[in-house]
């Protein structure tokens, strides 16, 4: 092979979204190499991190499905938390070590009325024990050196709170939806101190990500062990177009989709009974399809339809 030749990708050429059941005690770049070993798959990544000890919902893309990841992370998010009052850790959870501790432990009613300080658009100090780079250099790996973090307050938008239930003194158990980048730890952390004492969070579970819900996920352990035979089915797979299910769709023709995979903006005259009646024609999204088949994400502006993001899925039937 002369050096100008490019170099066959190694694996299967797989596209479409597993969604994963994570279990508590893996990373979630652990689990996607697992998952990618398990499919034999080219390429392969996740829709949006879990801590180590977080399970639940991690939508893992394949091939032309990676493109779609903005998207999905960009989605609406459900969590269930517990947070544990009187023992702060340096890593806001469980897995960290003791930092301070408290015997003050808040009533419902001082919990309840914390909660409307992070509901709406807040601002939030986030782990110092996160990928956030400070300096060029990730935060966890400087608190992990034992150096001060300092991290300045990011915006997060909170659209839910809710305290679940109420187990005992030391435990409360929440209910939270959020928008993206919004650290559930630092909502444990902050709501302690907010309630006169401090906490971390013992226990945590994502129940959504966008359009993946916890009743489509897959228990890791379900899928078998790296070298198994036969691997497992790519029939498990969603269709690349199911992490944009929110965004409006219009059909196009095949002369159209050609049109579009060679770059080239569509006029909206030409489109006309076709166009969603939710989609905005000034400046919003629409999910190209052509025949059932996803072409790719496309911005209405200026009276056209210009590609923007493009998906040449191949290989497998979970690609449309």
């Known amino acids: 092979m002369s050096r ?11 596209d479409g979204w597993l969604i994963i059941d ?5 990373g979630s770049t652990d689990v996607v190499n697992r998952v990618k070993r398990l499919f034999q798959a080219q390429k392969c990544g996740h829709g949006g991190t879990l801590d180590p000890l ?11 499905a990676t493109k779609t990841v903005p998207y999905v992370m960009d989605g609406t998010k459900t969590y269930r938390f517990t947070l544990r009052f009187g023992d702060a ?6 897995d960290g070590k003791t930092i301070a501790t408290s015997e003050v432990r808040p009533t419902d009613a001082q919990i309840q009325a914390a909660l409307p300080a992070f509901r709406g658009d807040i601002m939030q100090v986030p782990p110092i024990f996160s990928a956030i780079k400070v300096a060029g250099e990730r935060a966890y790996d400087l608190a992990r050196e034992g150096q001060v973090v300092e991290l300045a307050p990011r915006p997060a938008r909170v659209d839910r709170f809710e305290l679940e239930s109420r187990p005992d003194a030391d ?6 939806q959020s928008g993206k980048g919004v650290y559930m730890r630092s909502l444990a952390r902050d709501l302690a101190r907010a309630c006169g004492t401090v906490g971390h969070i013992a226990a945590l579970r994502r129940m959504r990500v966008g359009p993946f819900h916890e009743e489509a996920a897959i228990p890791l352990d379900k899928l078998g062990l790296p070298g198994d035979t036969p691997p497992p089915s790519p029939d498990l797979l969603l269709p690349v177009a199911t992490a944009l299910a929110d965004i409006p769709a219009l059909a196009l023709s095949e002369a159209e989709a050609a049109r579009l995979l060679h770059g080239q903006a569509i006029s909206l005259v030409e489109l006309m009974g ?9 400046g919003g999204l629409v999910r190209a399809m052509a025949g059932g088949r996803f ?14 993001r493009l ?8 690609g449309g």
């Open 4 to 14: 100008f030749q490019r170099r066959k990708p190694k694996g299967q050429p797989i």
């Open 22 to 26: 994570k279990p508590s005690g893996m």
């Open 54 to 64: 977080a399970t639940g919902v991690l939508p893992i893309a394949f091939g032309a």
């Open 89 to 94: 850790r340096d890593t806001d959870d469980a």
């Open 171 to 176: 435990t409360a158990i929440f209910t939270v």
């Open 274 to 282: 076709r166009i969603p009646g939710d989609a905005n024609p000034d």
């Open 295 to 308: 072409v790719g994400l496309c911005r209405l502006e200026s009276g056209m339809m210009v590609p923007e």
């Open 311 to 318: 998906v040449a899925q191949e290989g497998s039937p979970a």
